[in-house]
């Protein structure tokens, strides 16, 4: 296999209140809900970089496409971490999310490893690590 991992999708309980939250608390670019006019169609896309792009999809249309009953969320089942280039910036992060509506779970503090991370959850309780590493130097695609 190689690695093409083009979207990530977060299944969500209220897309409505997902695409507020992420389009509307944090800023993120996005169409809106799109494919109402398909059963299990409603999504919501999110590019995130080039070639990446968040997808928020009801949890219920997840199950109807995979077969799977609907099961409890499990917010220690993933982490997305989201690099940023300063101190201030993890902080800043940090306060857009909660200001939109998010639970802060950790918060901002320095990490074993020489860096700075705070976590918090969206409201369908995915977990996100906003993180400044001074190893890895971000690019603008990155």
Do not use: C
């Not at 400044?132 to 695609?141: G, V």
Request: hydrophobic fraction near 45%.
């Amino acid at each position: 296999m190689k690695p093409r991992i083009s979207f990530i999708t977060l299944g969500v309980d209220d897309l409505e209140r997902a695409l507020r939250f992420y389009r509307d608390g944090l800023g993120l670019p996005t169409e809106g809900i799109i494919g109402t006019e398909f059963d299990h169609g409603a999504v919501v896309f999110i590019e995130l970089q080039p070639g990446l792009r968040l997808a928020l999809w009801p949890r219920a249309s997840i199950a109807h496409e995979t077969g799977l009953p609907v099961s409890p969320p499990a917010p220690t089942d993933g982490l997305l971490a989201h690099n940023v280039g300063s101190r201030e910036e993890v902080d800043a992060v940090l306060a857009q999310a909660e200001a939109a509506g998010a639970v802060l779970v950790k918060p901002p503090q320095d990490t074993f490893w020489g860096g700075y991370a705070g976590h918090f959850q969206d409201p369908d309780r995915h977990l996100w690590e906003v993180v400044w590493n001074p190893a890895f130097e971000l690019t603008d695609a990155g």
